[in-house]
């Protein structure tokens, strides 16, 4: 009876609010057939191995090498209806799009694991994670929204991966990431994470929704890796280009 009154209130949801792609609003679809088959895949032979960027294989000008995580996997490009898969979950409390957004990000994972990270093994291996954790939302940001969107989608690819979802990293408010660069958004984060359960020896998949600089990931890569943590591999859904 439960099923019967939750599709019933879904149906005239539907009919009241109808169902829109959240890349150009199209009625019928999360994400219509045009815009799915625009989207922005980045192709992980082409990416950089150690921040994700989409044509850094050979030489790449978004990093140093010298990130925290051991590698770094994007699914999606900054175009297109990426942005809003990302900020319609965020913002919009379009929660239908966690286990899509999860799907992106496993795709990008299973086709990086016939590449090479910088240490010789695959970008990724399932059999080489023990558990999957997420940059988490900020208390302020948790209680405006009533929800994490992290949260959601990692819990979506770990049950996808067959892993389990560790809950460890708290995340304090800092300044507006907006207008700053590299430097700036890196000294800005600083001090912003914190372990809230034990990691030691831990192999742990790090998931984020946008990378940017990628200061936000290896920020919390680091705090991470200081509480004992194996090397820490990441994912996101968007790479900002």
């Known amino acids: 009876m439960a099923g019967f009154r939750k599709k019933l209130a879904d149906a005239a949801l539907e009919l009241i609010a109808p169902t829109r792609c959240v890349g150009c609003e199209m009625p019928g ?40 995580t051991r590698s770094m996997v994007c699914a999606l490009g900054f175009t297109g209806a990426a942005p809003r898969m990302a900020t319609c979950l965020k913002d919009y409390h379009e929660l239908r799009l966690a286990p899509v957004n999860a799907v992106a990000i496993l795709t990008a994972l299973e086709e990086a ?32 929204r009533g929800y994490d969107h992290m949260e959601l989608t990692a ?6 991966l067959g892993l389990p979802l560790a809950d460890v990293l708290a995340r304090e408010k800092a300044s507006d990431q907006r207008g700053l660069g590299r430097t700036g958004r890196a000294e800005n984060l600083a001090g912003t994470f914190r372990v809230v359960d034990n990691v030691a020896g831990l192999r742990l998949l790090l998931v984020d929704d946008v990378v940017t600089t990628g200061a936000t990931v290896r920020e919390a890569a680091r705090v ?6 194996e090397p820490v591999t990441a994912c996101s859904l968007v790479r900002v280009w």
């Open 29 to 68: 679809e999360l994400i219509c057939d045009e815009c799915r088959s625009e989207l922005p895949w980045i192709e992980q032979r082409r990416a950089c191995p150690v921040c994700g960027a989409a044509y850094g294989d050979l030489t790449c000008t978004g990093c140093e090498a010298d990130w925290e």
């Open 113 to 144: 694991s016939f590449w090479s990270a910088l240490d010789g093994r695959p970008r990724f291996d399932a059999g080489a994670i023990d558990a999957v954790c997420f940059v988490p939302a900020t208390a302020e940001a948790y209680e405006r």
């Open 155 to 160: 819990r979506e690819l770990a049950r996808m």
């Open 224 to 229: 991470l890796l200081a509480r004992g943590a």
